[in-house]
């Protein structure tokens, strides 16, 4: 067993791994956290940067299922799939229909609703102490191109009415009011105007990774490769430059969690949602707070550089390259929204959303590690629910009530669903 002086060790710097990790330091750990790049070089460097409060409708719905078989064979939409892979991922996508029932998805509404309403309160007193600039009121549009599709995706609408997210419906003169351009470009918005964001993920990742440092909290450059096992606990780290002891662990990697869940016995159904953006420093128009293009599944946000433009969701394997054809779609879909878009210019980058088939992510305990935490497997939501995660999983590891019920996010699902699978 490692000495009660070894630090917990958070394994990734992504935000969520970041978030834990301050969390901890504040409730009196020393921490380490062990980051295989840098921090923020996964999904959390790489996202819309939105503080999607209103993100209650879970990935998998009704709807979503009824466009998909269109959405694949169509070289335009969103949907991108590495056919070769539908092998690999057939277990994720069957779970993924069966959570697209209308009760499951009222139910699970419900549960992302339930660590969405404190997002904002967790991350106030992270964010008190990175540098200003990187948190920006100013709101969140869903804008439609068309009532027809406004009045068709009523159900999300309703959805968030039914959460209690606050939003206004705008129409062409409103969005007019706020900008011309989008007057011309859309008949209909929601607009959540309580929604921050931020110009710069990256940065803003990386400024609370140095209020970590700064606090006297250690992060190594290393690859963790396995666990040291003690008895029903684990005392030690296996990494790429040698053994890190460990009185706590916490298994904060992202899209990458589950080769490391696997190792403790842990089999879980995650698999990444690869997403494509680009930043482009000279677009030729602006928008006045991140817009999001209902119809064509991409967001616009707007940077002191410019404009960064993101979106697609394509079912592959981590190890795949990004596909280039896919930048080409993310640029055809922004053109179609604003064909004005000049995207030559840009820096493009692909990442990785961590996601769970119930659009749930996992935060528990390990099954057979005492010592060892779960906090990944965040989807689309993983920016927005960092600090409430990091929260959650502090008051956990203290054995207190964390004041969110934790049951949906449990990591003994999975071999339920395996165990219903087998007919068992
Ligand atoms: C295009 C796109 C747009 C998005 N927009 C938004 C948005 O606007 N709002 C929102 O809320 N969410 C958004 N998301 C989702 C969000 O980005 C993710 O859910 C979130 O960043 C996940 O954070 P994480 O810390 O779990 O993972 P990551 O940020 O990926 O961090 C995991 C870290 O673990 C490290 N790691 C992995 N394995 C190991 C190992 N063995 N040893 C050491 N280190 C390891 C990795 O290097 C990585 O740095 C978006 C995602 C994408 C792709």
Known sequence: MAPADAP???????????????YLQ???????????????????????????IGAVVPTATGSVLRSIPHMVFDRD???????????????????FVRSSGNDTVERISIVLASLLSQSLEAYEPLLRDIP??????????????????????????????????????????????????????FERALYLRDAPFTPDPLGMTRALADVFTANGGEIVIANVQGFVPDGGSVSHLQTSTGRIRAKNVVVAAGAWSHH???????????????????????????????????????????TPEGLRVMGISELASLASEPDVAVFDRLSRAAKKVFPEAELSDADSWMSYRPSTPDSLPVIDRATRAENVYYAFGHGHTGFTVAAVTGRLVTSMIAGEDGGIDLEPFNVRRFARWRRARAGK
């Open 260 to 302: 490391l869940t696997r190792m403790l016995g842990d089999r879980v159904l995650l698999e990444t949602e690869r997403g494509y953006g680009m930043t482009v420093t000279d677009p030729g128009f602006t928008v006045p707070c991140p817009v999001i293009s209902v119809e064509h599944h991409v967001g616009f946000i707007p």
């Open 8 to 22: 917990t060790v958070v394994i990734g710097a992504g935000l969520v791994g970041i978030c834990t990790a301050l």
């Open 26 to 52: 504040r409730a009196g750990h020393k921490v380490v956290t062990v980051e295989r790049t840098g921090p923020g070089d996964g999904a959390s460097g790489h996202n819309g940067g939105i503080f999607s």
């Open 132 to 185: 200003e600039g990187l948190v920006r009121e100013g709101g969140l549009l869903y804008a439609y191109q068309s009532d027809a599709v406004f009045e068709a995706s009523s159900g999300d609408a309703e959805m968030r009415k039914r959460r209690g997210i606050p939003f206004e419906v705008l129409d062409q003169q409103d969005l007019t009011a706020m900008a011309p351009l989008l007057g011309r470009r």
């Open 77 to 95: 939409s969103a949907l991108s799939l590495h056919w070769s892979y539908l092998p690999k991922i057939a277990p994720w996508l069957t779970r």
